[in-house]
């Protein structure tokens, strides 16, 4: 038995685990159950457990049981009949049927509501349908694989999953550990990451020091695998010089990790800043200090207009103290 997890990376103990029983499970036909917190890469897990099993060459049809509201998800899964209600001008097949030989993907399935979990209990237990407004039973050949970011046995306690569905899709558990409970895998991540999006974005490369690496590395990623891959994006695009540094890295990131933040310049590029040139001052036919005093007249009347007027408030945002504040605006003739 093996498996093909091709597209899914990292060594960690903790994904070999799983690879482990994916390679049990994804031959047959059980049903399988995928929790996970949100980016740990359940899609591309349940991706790859229909490629590796038997009915690979059939379809794969996902559906996010949360992205659609629930008088429409039932049409969507089971299809409808052509005048079952006000809008089905013609009748549409639903997800399970397109689905037949391969895998339905309930991704999300803790968001669907309960009258509909009896009708997907029933697809599990007898294997078979009915369109919306339809009065011929459909047979389902499918495969069903769901997953959900929740705790589904928090959710059976509070009465808003039902019990038997639980155990029913619970037959294979499989949970999938947050990115930093992998090890190593945050560093083969991000490497894969910044090699990929430099593809597309930076032909140079972009290299990462140790001490960057080391601060990544002991970061939470509370958005797991997806935070860690947007973030690798958004250093191969904004990174001023060839190789990352510590000023490149969030705030977020750095006071977790207890890293002392860098003063930096990058944020204000980030926010469309753009450095004074000669030609600005020229254009506006302005001397160094007049330009000054008015970048620094502007940003005082901002700060005093977030603050509602409290000038403790505004030196804390500007950063200075309440005296200096005052002796500017006095200066300024802004008292
Ligand atoms: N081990 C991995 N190797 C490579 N890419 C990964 C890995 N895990 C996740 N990804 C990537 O991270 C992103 C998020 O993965 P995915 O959508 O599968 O997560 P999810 O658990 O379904 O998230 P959500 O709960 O928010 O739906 C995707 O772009 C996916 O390709
Ligand atoms: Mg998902």
Redesign the pocket.
Known sequence: MSFDPS????KSSA?QDVFRILARVAPSDSTVLVT??????????VRALHRNSKRADKPFVPINCGAIPRELLESELFGHEKGAFTHAIRTKIGRFEMAQGGTVFL??IGEMDLSLQVKILRVLQEREFDRVGGTKTIKADVRVVA?T?RDLEEEVRRGTFREDLFYRLNVIPIV?PPLRERGG?VLI?AQ??LQRFCEQHRPGGLAIGDHVLDILSHYSWPG???EL?NFMERLSILCEGDSVCLADLPDKILRETGVEVPKRVVVLHEAGFHWPELKDLREQELGLKEFLDQVEERLLTEALGNADGVKNKAAEILGIKRTTLIEKLKKKNML
């Open positions: 597209g899914i990376i990292g994904l996970g917190e949100s980016g740990t890469g359940k899609e591309l897990l991704d999300e997953a970011n999938l895998d991540l894969h990451f797991n695998v997806r891959e």
